[in-house]
């Protein structure tokens, strides 16, 4: 079976990911305590077992850091539609 490029989609890239999204009213204190938590059960060894057993190993970010992933991949998969001619029904 050919790669994705192989194929003909040149610069294909796929990355699955899972975050926690809390309410933009949460004040910034919080939002750094809770990432700042997340990071450190992530890293524990318990954790990164659990973890690695079935997928890619677990990648902490900031809060900032995934706004920017957030946002980048909604440009891309905006200009993905536009360039397909999908349309929001």
Excluded at 1 to 24: D, N, Q
Excluded at 50 to 73: S, Y
Aim: net charge negative; proline share 7%; hydrophobic share 45%.
């Amino acid at each position: 079976m050919p790669t994705v490029a192989e194929a003909g989609v040149p610069g294909y890239e796929s990355i699955l990911w899972f975050g926690l999204l809390i309410s933009s009213a949460v004040s910034k204190p919080i939002v750094t305590k809770l990432n700042r938590e997340i990071v450190r059960i992530l890293s524990e060894p318990e954790a990164k077992t659990a973890l690695d057993a079935d997928r890619p190993a677990a990648a902490a970010t900031t809060p900032e850091g995934f706004d920017k992933l957030i946002r980048d991949d909604v440009a891309t998969f905006a200009k993905i539609a536009k360039g397909a001619n999908i349309k929001a029904e």
